[in-house]
């Protein structure tokens, strides 16, 4: 099946998650709004239009014959046994799916970092609170989440290669996006924790040189981190 | 089979909306943290029990014979089947987890009102910043939200008076509670809004009588809206 994923074309951002994963499996899939007669104003057009019985309330969203599916995380939901990228049985679906929710959480406090009071501000308006902000995030909150991962990984039964079993999920290709972003946005902050984290950070490592990954990486269709995305880097709220 | 709940005692927050299918299901549970001699402390004890393979990276989560499933929303989708909560087909599961999960981003941002810059601080101590996310969220966020769910129950080819299927699901009853919660603590806004959300007022009203819930709602199991949960009522920040 040829499926169709809906998301800003500009920026990684939550789309990010998702790619990754069709791009690990090889997946046959078009980024619909890449197609500059589409981009995010086609995808607006479809939220609106009243004909569409399941709208989601953001992007991303994918079409996957007559499904519609929005939430990342839903939507990795879905895919992943489809791609071979989650065990079968349940109770590891829903222990991976877990730890995908908690990457949205996680997102969800990048974002905040610098947009803290609303998104309908530019950052520039909202420059002093994203600075305290992001000092709780730096200091707190990275350290919480990325040594929950560290944990997750230190009790896996199967060895601590991976998140879960002793395969590759898609939730360690989401793990390696949020090092990824990090080390954009926060490098300073990065360089100093990661020596605290080594198994997450070897996950990272294995990630990045998976042979279709590396590929898609290298690829244009990797975009490149920038200061429209979640992922932003203002070095003064890195410091 | 006796579903084990375990939320922090005193508020209603996340833990009320696994609650409240619950209940309306009738399902044999126990609060467990309700119980004294556990309390906080004992969820706490349990999220750093090195011995547990899928810790919950926060309260709620759930135990269910071996399993142990964290995640709000994933919790539901677990219970929703077993408790009759969902329709059987996967594209009416899958459309009811992504509505679930719109509730997740939503209950987040009612987090961020009164804490936008650092869960660690006292609101008092981010007071200034909380007025202007405020502001924010009243004028554009629970609009856009409610208008969201409106539009869903508007589009439903079954009728309008659920969000999906011509029977009540889980997704009704996290719906019901929003409403409940905003109610309590934007008053002003939202006997200024509801006007404008016919279906999904109808939709709060018809789950409030419905009658497991309705003696849950006025029973001391059902705590009480308080001013250490996510909802939470400032008079300045309605306004």
Redesign the interface.
Known sequence: MRYELYYQPLIQGRGEFVRLALEDAGADYVDVARNPSVGRAGIMKILED?S??????APPFLKAG??M???T??IL??LAPRLGLVPKDQ?SR??A??LQ??V??WM?EVG?VHH???N??YYEE?KD?SK??AS?FTS?RIPK?LG?YE??ME???KGSKYLLGKRLCYVDLSLFQMVEGLRYAFPKTMAKLEPNYPRVIALHDRVAVRPRLKKYLASPRRLAFNQNGIFRHYPELDE
Chains 1, 2 share one sequence.
């Open positions: 009243r569409i019985k399941t709208p989601a309330f007559k499904l599916i929005g939430q995380a839903n939901q879905f109770a829903i222990w799916h877990q929710l908690t949205t959480d969800a905040a803290p009071i609303a309908s501000l909202q609170e305290k902000r709780y707190m989440f929950y944990a997750v009790r896996n039964p």
